[in-house]
T-cell receptor, first 114, second 109 residues
Framework: NAGVTQTPKFRVLKTGQSMTLLCAQD?????MYWYRQDPGMGLRLIHY???????AKGEVPDGYNVSRLKKQNFLLGLESAAPSQTSVYFC?????????????FGDGTRLSIL | TQLLEQSPQFLSIQEGENLTVYCNSS?????LQWYRQEPGEGPVLLVT?????EVKKLKRLTFQFGDARKDSSLHITAAQPGDTGLYLC?????????FGTGTSLTVIP
């Protein structure tokens, strides 16, 4: 089973460039999440989706947009990349919401903004 | 301001020693999760605790949820090099998830 797959795994951008990170899950999960992980900060929720066609803001949404046109895919976009967005980005999915459901994570996308 | 504070931030111990990691908050949660993350990978769920005072054991790992459901601890007995990793606690309010700052554990053979 592939689980949660993130592409690309690494990317270097220049300030002002745009890009889209793709997350795909094959577990038929309803909920999907995008996090960023920075040293000493743990994981912080950027945006999430509770089902196909829905999105909602998390703790740190500024500078990012998301879309969930298909249930299995969750896209994270950076319209105009800034050095402060250098981070490791993780996508996760869960069958349902709430704190009792396990979240299944991808292996991350390492993004550097120069 | 972090909703979940973990301590210690870093821990380096010898194989065979015991250790405890703490996750504290001023908020009350209906449940709390512990994850372990290895370098280059995403976090993997270890356990979910849902009842105040609950104790769960996973082989040499013992997880406890505080009576007031504001804090939790992870105790590892006779640590092994395979326990090395980043340990994260996580809790939710509604659909929003918050992770702790993490405890980076290194077990030296």
């Amino acid at each position: 089973n592939a689980g949660v797959t993130q592409t690309p795994k690494f990317r270097v951008l220049k300030t002002g460039q745009s890009m889209t990170l793709l997350c795909a899950q094959d577990m038929n999960h309803e909920y999907m999440y995008w996090y960023r992980q920075d040293p000493g900060m743990g994981l912080r929720l950027i945006h999430y989706s509770v089902g196909e066609g829905t999105t909602a803001k998390g703790e740190v949404p500024d500078g990012y947009n998301v879309s969930r046109l298909k249930k299995q895919n969750f896209l994270l976009g950076l319209e105009s990349a800034a050095p402060s967005q250098t981070s490791v980005y993780f996508c996760a999915s869960s069958q349902l919401g709430g704190g009792r459901q396990p979240q299944h994570f991808g292996d991350g996308t390492r993004l550097s903004i120069l | 301001t972090q909703l979940l504070e973990q301590s210690p931030q870093f821990l380096s111990i010898q194989e065979g020693e015991n250790l405890t990691v703490y996750c504290n908050s001023s908020s009350v949660f209906s449940s709390l999760q512990w994850y372990r993350q290895e370098p280059g990978e995403g976090p993997v769920l270890l356990v979910t605790v849902v009842t105040g005072g609950e104790v769960k054991k996973l082989k040499r790992l013992t997880f406890q949820f505080g009576d007031a459901r504001k804090d939790s601890s992870l105790h590892i007995t006779a640590a092994q090099p395979g326990d090395t990793g980043l340990y994260l606690c996580a809790a939710n309010t509604g659909n929003q998830f918050y992770f702790g700052t993490g405890t980076s554990l290194t077990v030296i053979p």
